[in-house]
C-alpha cells in the first residue's frame, strides 16, 4: 500500500519567493495534517483536516502561510512569500479515524530559504 | 494543557546493551493516546506504536517493549540487545480524543549505539 506521498522532497528557493508543497494522504483517511519540524521548536503541528475542511490552524505561523485541501486525496501547503526563517522539514500526516487513529507521516519535503 | 516530555535528550551506548528512553506526558483528557516515532538519520517518522490510555498492558515487539504506567504518567520505551542499526531520534507523543487526533510530540531523544 502506498504511503502518505510529499513532494517535492528537497526544494531551495530565494527569500520571497512563493513555494508550494504537496501531499497525497493515504487512500481512505479522513484526517490529514501539516507539521514542521526545526531544531529550535521540534515538531509542531501547523494544521489540520477532516474530510477536507480545515479544523484547526492555530499553529499556523502567519498569514504567509496557507493551507487547502480541495479534495480527499490532495492538500497543499504555501508559503507566500517565502523567509529564511521558514527553512524546515515540512510532514504531511494521515489517519483514519475509524481505525486505530494511528498518524502516518509521508518522508517529508526539505524547504531551505536562501 | 497536554504536554509531552522527554527528558533524556541524547543516550549514547555500546552495542547489545539495554537501553531506556523516557516518556512523562501530561493531559486532562481521560481518554487519549501515546505514540512512539522513530527518526533514524534519513530523516522520515517511521511509526512504532500506539497505545489507549485505557489499556495499561505493557507490550513487546521483538527486541522493543514499552511500559505504561499511568500512575506516574509514563510511557518509557526499552530496546533491548541494541543494534547500531537503532542509532535514530525517538519521539513520544500523546493525542487527546477531543483533539482530533493531533499529536503533540516531545522534543525527541537522539540515541547513539556504538558498535
Known amino acids: 500500500d502506498a504511503g502518505v506521498i510529499q513532494s517535492p522532497r528537497h526544494e531551495v528557493t530565494e527569500m520571497g519567493q512563493e513555494v508550494t508543497l504537496r501531499c497525497k494522504p493515504i487512500?481512505?483517511?479522513?484526517?490529514l495534517f501539516w507539521y514542521r519540524q526545526t531544531m529550535m521548536r521540534g515538531l509542531e503541528l501547523l494544521i489540520y483536516f477532516n474530510n477536507n475542511v480545515p479544523i484547526d490552524d492555530s499553529g499556523m505561523p502567519e498569514d504567509r502561510f496557507s493551507a487547502k485541501m480541495p479534495n480527499a486525496s490532495f492538500s497543499t501547503l504555501k508559503i507566500q512569500p517565502s523567509e529564511p526563517r521558514d527553512s524546515a522539514v515540512y510532514f504531511c500526516?494521515?489517519?483514519?479515524?475509524?481505525?486505530?487513529?494511528?498518524?502516518?507521516f509521508g518522508e517529508g519535503s526539505w524547504l531551505t530559504v536562501v | 494543557a497536554q504536554k509531552v516530555t522527554q527528558a533524556q535528550t541524547e543516550i549514547s551506548v555500546v552495542e547489545k546493551e539495554d537501553v531506556t528512553l523516557d516518556c512523562v506526558y501530561e493531559?486532562?483528557?481521560?481518554?487519549?493516546?501515546l505514540f512512539w516515532y522513530k527518526q533514524p538519520p534519513s530523516g522520515e517518522l517511521v511509526f512504532l506504536i500506539r497505545r489507549n490510555s485505557f489499556d495499561e498492558q505493557n507490550e513487546i515487539s521483538g527486541r522493543y517493549s514499552w511500559n505504561f504506567q499511568k500512575s506516574t504518567s509514563s510511557f518509557n520505551f526499552t530496546i533491548t540487545a541494541s543494534q547500531v542499526v537503532d542509532s535514530a531520534v525517538y519521539f513520544c507523543?500523546?493525542?487527546?480524543?477531543?483533539?482530533?487526533?493531533?499529536?503533540?510530540f516531545g522534543q525527541g531523544t537522539e540515541l547513539s549505539v556504538k558498535p
Open positions: 487512500s481512505g483517511h479522513d484526517y
Open positions: 507523543a500523546l493525542s487527546e480524543r477531543n483533539q482530533g487526533g493531533k499529536l503533540i
Open positions: 500526516a494521515s489517519s483514519f479515524s475509524r481505525g486505530r487513529h494511528t498518524i502516518y
Open positions: 493531559t486532562r483528557d481521560t481518554t487519549y493516546y
